[in-house]
């Protein structure tokens, strides 16, 4: 009960839930699958423990204030502004997330001037392997005209991934789909591996469900558990799982 509050505070106040419980075995072939920290990369030693348990890829959630970047959640960000809290630069988010093989990063926002942003901050910054996610279209196209070196995944809903199914010009210039672990079915999931789209689902948190994603064919776990993080990673380069040739 006590690691449970202590759970939601942190989720209140802005930081990752971390926490490393394991509560199964995996099962399912981990060869092709990657796992990703969970909003690790909104907090230094979140970020840290990320890269102690070997994530693969370690999350950064994006919003702009004014003309300014910053690493925040927006619901975190009006919680800050009201407490004092200084959200986290993004120089010094990334410095830290980039010694893991591959950042993501979380746009909460799709404004021109927003996009503008991002890419003026990833320019210079092609060595380190980068996903975006975003829930907008137009700055999947953006991207792919601006950084194309940049992974790009779409966040879904079974609404949206109707829609997204008969957008050919998105579905070529996109490489995955970010959903809730309920959306993914068995056929949705042949549907984007036919694409040839990765998969990966958010938030999972238990090894059991892991596990079912896995062995249905989903690609990539998000997931706040440091222990399920360990179980999956160690991958050296991440780029054939997310892109592959």
Same mark, same amino acid.
């Given at each position: 009960?006590?690691?449970?509050?202590? %759970?939601?505070?942190?989720?209140?106040?802005?930081?990752?839930?971390?926490?490393? %419980?394991?509560?199964?075995?995996?099962?399912?072939?981990?060869?092709?699958?990657?796992? /990703?920290?969970?909003?690790?990369?909104?907090?230094?030693?979140?970020?840290?423990?990320?890269?102690?348990?070997?994530?693969?890829?370690?999350?950064?959630?994006?919003?702009?204030?004014?003309?300014?970047?910053?690493?925040?959640?927006?619901?975190?960000?009006? $919680?800050?502004?009201? $407490?004092?809290?200084?959200?986290?630069?993004?120089?010094?988010?990334?410095?830290?997330?980039?010694?893991?093989?591959?950042?993501?990063?979380?746009?909460?926002?799709?404004?021109?001037?927003?996009?503008?942003?991002?890419?003026?901050?990833?320019?210079?910054?092609?060595?380190?392997?980068?996903?975006? /996610?975003?829930?907008?279209?137009?700055? $999947?196209?953006?991207?792919?005209?601006?950084?194309?070196?940049?992974?790009?995944?779409?966040?879904?809903?079974?609404?949206?991934?109707?829609?997204?199914?008969?957008?050919?010009?998105?579905?070529?210039?996109?490489?995955? $789909?970010?959903?809730?672990?309920?959306?993914?079915?068995?056929?949705?999931?042949?549907?984007?591996?036919?694409?040839?789209?990765?998969?990966?689902?958010?938030?999972?948190?238990?090894?059991?469900?892991?596990?079912?994603?896995?062995?249905?064919?989903?690609?990539?776990?998000?997931?706040?558990?440091?222990?399920?993080?360990?179980?999956?990673?160690?991958?050296?380069?991440?780029?054939?799982?997310?892109?592959?040739?």
């Amino acid at each position: 009960m006590a690691q449970q509050l202590i %759970r939601f505070l942190r989720k209140l106040l802005g930081y990752p839930p971390q926490f490393s %419980r394991t509560d199964g075995e995996l099962t399912a072939d981990l060869s092709r699958a990657f796992v /990703v920290a969970h909003n690790a990369g909104d907090h230094l030693p979140a970020s840290r423990a990320a890269i102690d348990h070997h994530a693969d890829i370690v999350e950064i959630d994006l919003i702009a204030r004014g003309d300014k970047l910053l690493v925040a959640h927006p619901r975190n960000a009006w $919680i800050f502004s009201r $407490i004092g809290i200084s959200a986290l630069d993004p120089e010094e988010a990334w410095a830290v997330a980039s010694a893991v093989p591959a950042v993501k990063l979380d746009l909460k926002e799709a404004s021109p001037q927003f996009v503008r942003l991002v890419l003026d901050f990833l320019a210079g910054r092609e060595a380190t392997l980068t996903l975006i /996610v975003t829930y907008s279209g137009s700055v $999947i196209t953006e991207f792919e005209h601006q950084a194309p070196w940049v992974i790009r995944s779409l966040s879904v809903s079974p609404q949206s991934l109707a829609r997204l199914r008969d957008d050919e010009p998105l579905l070529r210039i996109l490489d995955g $789909i970010s959903a809730a672990p309920s959306t993914f079915t068995s056929e949705t999931i042949s549907w984007a591996r036919d694409r040839g789209l990765f998969t990966m689902s958010s938030v999972v948190n238990t090894f059991a469900q892991a596990d079912r994603l896995l062995h249905a064919g989903v690609n990539g776990i998000i997931t706040d558990n440091l222990a399920l993080i360990e179980a999956i990673g160690h991958h050296a380069d991440t780029l054939p799982l997310l892109r592959p040739t």
